[in-house]
């Protein structure tokens, strides 16, 4: 009985489906998922790249912010006895991450690995020297 409502729901979004939900609906994600944790000494930030290439991401470090950018293609070609199929894409993402603390970008390291790209970001003198252990009293 839903079935026909459930239906029209779906053709009524898939109409006024934005570029950018069609691109999160159909699985191709152009903004990569990113965590950024702070520990004592380092800001390790970790991007989820499935399925790219090493050669085709660029990273930018400042004392401040990390730059991720890239551009992701595949191609899928498809042929059996009835049809041909060749479908290409292309994107392209470019993402700044505001730091939680100043750091040294000249001993910034990345490693990249199975689509996940890592980020060890040791802080700054100053950015370590500013933080101070608060002890908590119980009442």
Same mark, same amino acid.
């Given at each position: 009985?839903?079935?026909?409502?459930?239906?029209?729901? /779906?053709?009524?979004?898939?109409? $006024?489906?934005?570029?950018?939900?069609? &691109? !999160? /609906? $159909?699985?191709?994600?152009?903004?990569?998922?990113?965590?950024?944790?702070?520990?004592?000494?380092?800001?390790?930030?970790? =991007?989820?790249? #499935? !399925?790219?290439?090493?050669?085709?991401?660029?990273?930018?470090?400042?004392?401040?912010?990390?730059? &991720?950018? !890239?551009?992701?293609?595949?191609?899928?070609?498809?042929?059996?006895?009835?049809?041909?199929?060749?479908?290409?894409?292309? !994107?392209?993402?470019? /993402?700044?991450?505001?730091? #939680? =603390?100043?750091?040294?970008?000249?001993?910034?390291? =990345?490693?990249?690995?199975?689509?996940?790209?890592?980020?060890?970001?040791?802080?700054?003198?100053? =950015?370590?020297?500013?933080?101070?252990? &608060?002890?908590?009293?119980?009442?």
């Amino acid at each position: 009985m839903m079935r026909p409502f459930d239906e029209m729901r /779906r053709m009524m979004e898939d109409f $006024w489906m934005t570029p950018f939900d069609a &691109i !999160g /609906r $159909w699985g191709e994600v152009l903004v990569p998922k990113v965590d950024v944790k702070e520990e004592d000494k380092d800001v390790v930030i970790s =991007a989820e790249l #499935p !399925g790219m290439d090493q050669k085709d991401i660029d990273l930018t470090v400042t004392n401040d912010s990390v730059r &991720i950018s !890239g551009v992701k293609r595949h191609e899928k070609e498809e042929e059996e006895k009835d049809f041909y199929r060749h479908e290409r894409f292309c !994107g392209s993402f470019d /993402r700044v991450i505001d730091l #939680p =603390a100043e750091v040294d970008e000249n001993k910034a390291e =990345a490693e990249f690995s199975k689509g996940v790209l890592t980020i060890r970001l040791p802080k700054s003198e100053e =950015a370590q020297a500013k933080q101070k252990k &608060i002890k908590i009293k119980s009442t």
